[in-house]
């Protein structure tokens, strides 16, 4: 079969020789088989049969073409530019499996997300801590990850922690932080580390006075409930003796946040709880909390919460969450979830697998289940989450579950 013609030659180049008119990645690119990577789940002949041959070794090479030239423009000048093209590496990276081309330019990648982070402006900042994300689920566990990590977590710190920092900014970093670190780091240090770095940041939503007037939602509200979420998913990977050590740190101060007026905090911490009491039964079977009347007293009245004030979407969505959060609580029982991915089956059957495959339903958005059905597939991914440090409780391996 003849080689596809050269690509390019009528496009207008800036300087440098780099494309100028890449367009965006698009719904249709995404639809793109990308065979080499997808064998072990599709047939290929599927996607042939009832319509025109296609070449595949083409559409390969015209999805990787789109991607050099956006991997290129995250250097333009222009800072809208710069945002477009990272915004549709976002598109690509979470709708296809790309690994061996990531792993070519993973340098290339981390440096221009470093920059973007660090000189950028807060849409620019939020769509490269985006990416970030994404180039840590595509890269998996391993030294090439640690690398990036590496480069990327100190400047991913230092947005969260500064005060100057536009709010959307320090949330997206701190989402940016807590998945990388959980994917990447095998280093104990550096997971505690970046711990500390988001309980600083949510602790400050705590309710200083205990009133009756309930915690009011600010504008940093919503980094704080990134940063809790992101923290969280941390504490699931935790060593036992760390986990006994945060339960005892928090479990009576995050009933106040149920108080607060934002839907999304109290949902988050809703959540928390039920995944600390998780934990605690884990530990201690006899695990007794002091304060349980009072805080199923809470949570029940969250579960039926009829106040005419709330929206109405808001009111179904809480009850809903707290419903399952007090059975959690009061009764250790959990609501088992059926997902479905092609002709496979996945069951979520305690609250650590939900938080873990919400935060990446998140990120991934549509993509998640063609991740899921590669990785279920995957004997390389397979391979490398055994090679997790041993300091990973083997309940939150991703592998067990994606």
């Known amino acids: 079969m003849p080689k596809p013609k050269k690509r390019g030659s009528n496009h207008q180049r800036g300087a440098g020789g780099q494309p100028r008119n890449v367009q965006p990645f698009s719904d249709e690119d995404a639809s793109i088989e990308t065979m080499s990577h997808c064998s072990g789940f599709s047939d290929p002949a599927s996607f042939t049969e009832d319509g025109p041959e296609v070449d595949e070794e083409a559409t390969q090479e015209d999805l990787e073409y789109k991607l050099k030239g956006f991997i290129d423009l995250t250097l333009d000048k222009s800072a809208k530019t710069r945002q477009a093209a990272l915004e549709s590496l976002k598109s690509a990276f979470s709708s296809k499996i790309l690994y061996e081309f990531i792993m070519e330019r993973r340098m290339t990648l981390t440096d221009s997300i470093e920059r973007c982070i660090k000189k950028g402006k807060s849409d620019e900042q939020c769509a490269a801590a985006g990416l970030a994300c994404l180039l840590c689920v595509q890269m998996g566990s391993g030294i090439e990850s640690e690398e990036i990590f590496k480069t990327l977590g100190p400047v991913l710190k230092k947005i969260v922690c500064d005060g100057t920092a536009s709010i959307q900014a320090r949330q997206a970093c701190a989402t940016c932080l807590g998945i990388c670190c959980f994917i990447v780091t095998d280093d104990i240090t550096e997971l505690y580390s970046t711990m500390e770095c988001l309980e600083n940041i949510f602790m400050k939503a705590y309710q200083r006075d205990r009133d009756t007037n309930g915690v009011s939602s600010t504008h940093n509200t919503v980094l704080h409930v990134s940063a809790l979420l992101a923290w969280t998913l941390l504490l699931t990977i935790c060593p036992m003796n760390e986990v006994k050590k945060k339960i005892e740190m928090h479990l009576h101060k995050l009933p106040s946040l149920l108080s607060c007026d934002d839907l999304n905090m109290r949902i988050a911490a809703g959540e928390t709880l039920a995944l600390l009491f998780e934990l605690a039964r884990e530990t201690d079977s006899d695990f007794f909390y002091e304060d349980m009347d009072l805080l199923t007293e809470k949570l029940r009245a969250l579960a039926t919460d009829g106040n005419k004030h709330r929206a109405k979407v808001?009111?179904?969505?809480?009850?809903?969450?707290?419903?399952?959060?007090?059975?959690?609580?009061?009764?250790?029982?959990?609501?088992?979830?059926?997902?479905?991915?092609?002709?496979?089956?996945?069951?979520?059957?305690?609250?650590?697998?939900?938080?873990?495959?919400?935060?990446?339903?998140?990120?991934?958005?549509?993509?998640?289940?063609?991740?899921?059905?590669?990785?279920?597939?995957?004997?390389?991914?397979?391979?490398?989450?055994?090679?997790?440090?041993?300091?990973?409780?083997?309940?939150?391996?991703?592998?067990e579950f994606f």
């Open 314 to 399: 808001d009111k179904r969505k809480q009850r809903s969450v707290f419903r399952d959060v007090l059975r959690a609580v009061e009764e250790r029982d959990f609501p088992t979830e059926m997902v479905k991915f092609g002709p496979e089956r996945m069951y979520i059957d305690c609250w650590v697998k939900k938080q873990t495959y919400e935060t990446f339903k998140e990120i991934l958005g549509s993509g998640m289940q063609y991740h899921l059905q590669h990785l279920y597939n995957s004997a390389a991914f397979k391979a490398r989450t055994k090679a997790r440090s041993k300091c990973r409780d083997k309940r939150a391996d991703v592998g």
